[in-house]
């Protein structure tokens, strides 16, 4: 029980497949006492409260583009589980130009804007609302998912790719912050491609996993593998690891040429 006493809120459970899902299960079964939270259009097309329900743990909903709502779920997640927080998890992704169609030349510039509000921006309003009321407890950590789109280019991933680098960059300087002020740790994990609504709403997604799988020596890493990770960077035996972006990606990352791809064997 590696979490133990450990109070938690997550982010972005939306079904059994979100990536969310499981890391909340995980916590729950490592000790800690979480609240579950999402948009509220979340409430209407997915299944958050079955996982509440099966977990025994509180829901907010939060629009975590608005600092409002921010302000009110940081405070009754305190009120509910009694205490200052321990860990954070961002698990939130949405492109509106991927959503609605637009090709990456023909951006509309509204949606991008939002799409970075969503998909990076709010991860620097979620960090401010925890810092302004002083909500972390020493020897926190605060985590969010991302992806290598950041690093490299994948055509179809469009403005996410932006999102991702901005996200990032918002966890290496605020994690500066924040360890300054209470030791606590900010990091992103960038995660293989994962089979889950977000996931499912990049175009050619279904190839691309199977070429990343094959890109990758030990094989894309399923979501069970990842929420594993998530709940170590959320013990105490990771406690000095901050303002890193963390692959978790069977070697993706690391390979230039792939044998298995080439069909040449090994
Ligand atoms: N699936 C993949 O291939 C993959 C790979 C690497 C990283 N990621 C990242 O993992 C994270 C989780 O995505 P997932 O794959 O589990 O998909 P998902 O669709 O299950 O989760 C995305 C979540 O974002 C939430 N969200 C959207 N707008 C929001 C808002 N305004 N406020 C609060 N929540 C909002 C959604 O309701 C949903 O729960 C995302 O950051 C995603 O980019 C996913």
Redesign the pocket.
């Known amino acids: 029980m590696i979490l133990k006493g450990k109070k938690g809120i997550i982010?972005?459970?939306?079904?059994d497949?979100?990536?969310?899902w499981k890391v909340a299960e995980l916590c729950k079964a490592e000790g800690a006492e979480i609240v579950l939270t999402?948009?509220p259009v979340?409430f209407r097309l997915?299944t958050i409260n079955e996982l509440a329900q099966k977990l025994d743990a509180q829901v907010i909903s939060?629009?975590?583009?608005k600092v409002e709502d921010l302000d009110n779920l940081i405070a009754k997640s305190q009120e509910i589980l009694g205490g200052k927080i321990d860990f954070v998890l961002h698990?939130?992704?949405?492109s509106l130009n991927i959503r609605k169609g637009r090709s990456y030349t023909d951006i509309n510039y509204d949606w991008m804007q939002q799409t970075f509000d969503?998909?990076a921006i709010?991860f620097h309003k979620l960090m401010q609302s925890l810092w302004k009321a002083d909500a972390m407890n020493d020897w926190g950590s605060i985590l969010a998912?991302?992806?290598i789109a950041a690093q490299r280019v994948f055509p179809h991933y469009s403005e996410m790719a932006e999102s991702k680098a901005l996200l990032e960059s918002f966890a290496r300087s605020f994690g500066y912050h924040f360890g300054v002020k209470n030791k606590v740790r900010v990091n992103t994990i960038s995660?293989?491609?994962?089979v889950?609504?977000?996931?499912s709403g990049i175009k050619g997604f279904d190839e691309f996993l199977n070429y990343a799988e094959k890109m990758s020596p030990i094989g894309n890493a399923p979501a069970e593998a990842c929420a594993n990770y998530c709940v170590s960077m959320f013990s105490d035996y990771t406690r000095y690891v901050t303002m890193q972006n963390l692959y978790h990606d069977g070697g993706f990352s690391s390979v230039g040429m792939s044998g298995l791809l080439m069909e040449v064997g090994e």
């Open positions: 982010f972005g459970a939306l079904n497949q979100s990536i969310a999402n948009a979340a997915g939060c629009d975590a583009t698990s939130i992704g949405m969503i998909s709010s998912l991302t992806y995660q293989s491609p994962t889950t609504t977000a996931g």
